[in-house]
């Protein structure tokens, strides 16, 4: 947390559970969040996926011995049907190698993120941010197996446009993140302040 007195508001250290670096230097504030890595974001997918693949290969090895249309079977049905662990390993990894960097210089916002897909940055002038909050991740949560629900960041603008960050991080990060931000661009006074 270098650089923290520097800044002319007071700002909370980052809760224990986080994983993210913050730097002061003047009024600007970036704020480094670290990959959370496989063991946090999906700890299950080291037996699920090898599950998941292997009931998947000795069901096609006993299509593709099973004569012709069980041959078109597999290749109009099964082989398809793989995309789904695939797709669903591909965003696991993608969620525990994803870095982010909130900067927030010069009146401006800036979000990137960097994973699996390339660099993802967004960036908006403070004045056009109204509020920033920590959201339930639509189609997680309880009705998956008792897990709380997944949650992120929200960024909703003057124009209501929102904007999502940051799924799957510690809720306790994320809502002293949006709590860092909202206090950094002065949200929260300008809120209180109404």
Not at 65 to 81: E, M, Y
Not at 104 to 110: A, E, F, P, Q, W
Not at 148 to 166: D, I, K, N, S
Request: aromatic share 8%; hydrophobic share 50%.
């Amino acid at each position: 947390m270098e650089g923290e007195a520097d800044h002319p508001v007071m700002l909370l250290p980052p809760p224990p559970v986080a994983r993210v670096e913050l730097a002061c230097e003047g009024e600007d504030v970036t704020l480094r969040l670290k990959p959370l890595g496989m063991m946090v974001t999906n700890p299950d997918l080291f037996w699920q996926a090898p599950a998941v693949f292997g009931l998947w290969l000795v069901v096609a090895i006993a299509l593709l011995n099973g004569g012709p249309g069980a041959t078109a079977f597999f290749f109009i049905v099964l082989l398809p049907l793989l995309a789904v662990p695939a797709t669903w390993f591909l965003l696991s990894v993608h969620r525990a190698i994803q870095q982010g960097v909130i900067d927030i210089v010069d009146n401006r916002l800036v979000v990137s993120r960097y994973g699996v897909f390339g660099l993802e940055q967004d960036e908006w002038s403070i004045q056009r941010v109204q509020s920033i909050r920590v959201v339930p991740v639509p189609g997680t949560g309880a009705s998956l197996v008792g897990r709380p629900a997944m949650m992120e960041l929200q960024l909703t603008t003057r124009r209501g446009a929102q904007h999502e960050f940051f799924a799957g991080r510690d809720p306790l990060e994320l809502q002293w993140l949006a709590d860092t931000m909202e206090q950094v661009m002065g949200i929260a006074q300008a809120r209180q302040a109404a």
